[in-house]
């Protein structure tokens, strides 16, 4: 294989050696099976391709400055995988055997682990789909769960920096009561327009407003929105967002900072009284906010006046990033170390 120049990985997608697979018959979970074929032996008329019976996780791999290699969280994502299975009928796959699949596909895969100086992690994608042929609306019986990996860079292409953002009101990410709290492909594909548009227009991610009142702030583009002000980390709750891991995290790490943490609705006109915001998730940890315009109303909410990271958001990114490579104490246990 050629030299990786991890310095200047992208976002995307790198073959590496080994992916694994489990699959569901007759009501149970068979044997972790170990693959290095890159595609998949499906059924036209699998259910995964016409009824959108998929899900994914998102979660990352850090090599140590002691050599190390530490998941973060993996329970978490476990957890939330098994809170989409119920949510569209899928079997739950039990956290020890997703646990068992995550260990194997990195220990499998560890020459593609980027080292400690490079700021690149290893990538690692889960994925859920229904594999039974039929051509009726119910559930599949046969299910595969596939997991590969692939290392990447940073998600923003400028790392820890300030990005703008644009709401878009024309389009909805989800319905209140739909598949938004649900990691679901199909919310992606019902973000793709807003967020060709956003693009087109300059801005690095699109902003949703809830989809029932077009009032208050969702979610952005593939990240949960948080806000400081007042020594307070404010995130929205509502019935259409996905609950981010890392959004979770900032909120412990907000807490034991000595800040008071807030989830409720936060109205759009209230981002005018934020002194930091950004945009959280796996891929990003945190995407420091410039300004949110909304160019239906005319209206600009300037967040970052110098155009730089706040300092809330600069300790709360160090911190996180430090518990992931190791460099700060793991106090809550979120961190696998893969022997």
Known sequence: MKEIDWA??????????????????N???GELEVSSEEYLNIHMAATCLHYGQE???GLKAFRGKDGKVRVFRLEENAARLQSTCRGILMPELPTERFKEAVVKVVKLNERFIPPYETGASLY???LLIGTSAQVGVHPSSE???????????PYFKGGFATNPYVIIREFDRAAPHGTGTYKVGGNYAASLRANKKAHDLGYSCEFYLDAKEKKYIDECGAANFFGIKDNTYVTPLSTSILPSITNKSL????????LKVERRPVPEEELATFEEAGACGTAAVISPIERIDDLENGKSYVISKDGKPGPICTKLYNKLRGIQYGDEPDTYGWVTIVE
């Open 55 to 57: 899900a994914f996780e």
């Open 27 to 29: 009501g149970a979970w």
């Open 8 to 25: 200047n990985l992208s976002f995307g997608y790198m073959r590496t050696d080994y992916n694994v697979r489990i699959n569901y018959r």
């Open 124 to 126: 690692i994608r889960p």
């Open 143 to 153: 299910y595969t769960f596939i997991i590969f990996v692939t290392p990447v860079g």
């Open 251 to 258: 909120m412990q790490l907000a807490e034991d900072m000595g």
